[in-house]
């Protein structure tokens, strides 16, 4: 597969198709043909070579830099009218190849997101190893006529659709979205709905997106589908908290890192949370307090990270939402409350574990422990965040009332009272963010947590999420 590296749709689009023939894809300018290229074709000797989405000129120059091949037949181009409809012909090629699909997967294909390339580098192994198609929307909108016409044709029961929610127009497949509050948060939903299909964390590439740059990731569809492998993004000098979590969680499971592209420092860090719990070599557990840095702020942050405390980036930075996260952990586990780490928390964060929820059950919703002053958003049983909170005081408002509740409405404010989920049809009784969210009860009667957290848990909390209050 030969592809324009200048342009994501076409390079992910030709995934599915490159491992249907157990093949790569490789990237070239859209104005010339990269020396590099001719020499691996040859170096693999294909029997069949596609060109994906390039002009004539390059065309021309795969011809004659091969002309057996151009002889035989064995190049085949494909190019439709613009990126969409290239997409189209590509999936039909797919189909041709693997026969029915069992699946496509829709992305953004328009500038409406700035990460859009992230969606479709992230989905791309998921559907080269199942020979699903990948098509391409606005991120809003209506379905390009191209695109609505591969759909047609696919019949695919089942369409992954990713960072978009349009209609498809197919009222018998099955739809799963896959959209999260950022380029990362999407990613990893994708690489966790991977795994439910069958794909591993046994094999994870490390991909840089530094910017909104995806490009170093548009080849990786085919090969880490050889062994059904998942992608994950990084930031440019950092690990982004949502990345660095489901690397924490499925440590367990991670045999093999491929790195493109992230700056060393970044690898360096998966590798040192890779090895957590075990303190590296030589670790003293020196006490560490807000702007502290290092490589022991760095283990820090990826044992609260694995616990579910939400530090941010891990980045070898002790700062505000690093303390926050220390003080959530320190109320958790009975601690003094103080947010710095001491001998005592060192001691504790080695052998801790994740915090369980009271409740039991499916779905999503929120426990705020008013004793811990903890606030827990539990997924299907489990705690996938802890964070601190504040909760009334009767010197100042009311004590915060104990009890089963659900959000009845919400609001984007971005007041003092920030991003609140009211509690109460009438009335101002929320959980918000606030900036001051200190280590005991102090507010007038709501649920107050960090700015940073509510900015993050306010779009994974949808109406109707029940809260329990104890």
Same mark, same amino acid.
């Not at 249907?20 to 010339?32: E, K, N």
């Given at each position: ?182 380029? !990362? ?113 760095? !283990? ?115 007041? !003092? ?16 963010? !606030? ?36």
């Amino acid at each position: 597969m030969i592809a324009d590296g200048s342009d994501y749709r076409t390079a992910t689009c030709s995934a599915p198709l490159a491992a249907a023939h157990g093949g790569p894809t490789l990237l070239t300018p859209p104005g010339f043909l990269d020396a590099r290229v001719v020499d691996e074709v040859v170096r693999l000797s294909p029997d069949k070579i596609f060109v994906i989405g390039l002009g004539p000129a390059v065309v021309g120059a795969i011809r004659g830099a091969f002309p057996d091949a151009a002889a035989s037949g064995s190049i085949v181009t494909i190019g439709g009218t613009d990126a969409y409809d290239t997409a189209r012909l590509v999936a039909a090629q797919v189909a041709a190849e693997v026969g029915s699909v069992s699946g496509a997967v829709l992305v953004p294909g328009d500038d409406a997101l700035s990460w859009a390339g992230y969606a479709a580098v992230s989905v791309s192994p998921l559907a080269a190893a199942q020979g699903w198609p990948i098509l391409f929307t606005p991120a809003a909108g209506l379905l390009p006529e191209a695109t609505a016409q591969a759909l047609d044709s696919l019949r695919a029961p089942l369409v992954v659709q990713v960072a978009t929610t349009v209609g498809t127009g197919i009222p018998e497949a099955t739809i799963r979205n896959l959209s999260g509050t950022n380029q !990362y948060d999407t990613s990893v939903l994708v690489a966790e709905f991977a795994a439910s299909q069958g794909l591993s964390y046994g094999h994870v590439a490390v991909v840089s997106g530094y910017d909104g740059e995806c490009s170093m990731g548009l080849a990786i569809g085919p090969y880490l589908a050889l062994d059904k492998g998942i992608a994950l993004f990084t930031g440019g000098s950092d690990l982004p908290a949502e990345t660095a979590t489901v690397i924490a969680n499925r440590s367990p499971a991670i045999n093999e890192v491929d790195f493109s592209g992230p700056a060393p420092e970044t690898c360096a860090w998966v590798e040192f949370l890779l090895g957590a719990p075990e303190a590296p070599a030589g670790f003293a557990f020196p006490k560490l307090k807000e702007r502290s840095q290092g490589t022991e702020v760095m !283990y820090l942050e990826g044992r609260l990270t694995a616990l579910s405390y939400r530090p941010g980036p891990i980045d070898g930075v002790f700062n505000k939402r690093t303390r926050q996260a220390v003080v959530a952990f320190q109320k958790w586990e009975g601690l003094k409350r103080t947010g710095i780490v001491t001998e005592e928390t060192w001691s504790r964060l080695l052998a801790a574990s994740r915090p369980v929820p009271k409740t039991d059950g499916s779905g999503t919703w929120l426990e705020v422990d008013k004793a811990r002053q903890v606030l827990l958003f539990c997924v299907n049983g489990a705690v996938d965040r802890a964070l601190t909170t504040s909760t009334g005081n009767a010197s100042v408002g009311m004590v915060t009332p104990s009890g089963e509740y659900a959000v009845c409405r919400e609001n984007t404010w971005e007041t !003092y009272r920030y991003h609140p989920l009211y509690l109460r049809k009438r009335g101002v009784w929320a959980i918000h963010g !606030y900036t001051s969210v200190p280590v005991h009860p102090a507010s007038h009667g709501c649920i107050r947590i960090p700015i940073w957290d509510m900015e993050e848990l306010h779009a994974l909390v949808p109406i109707g999420t029940k809260v329990y209050i104890y």
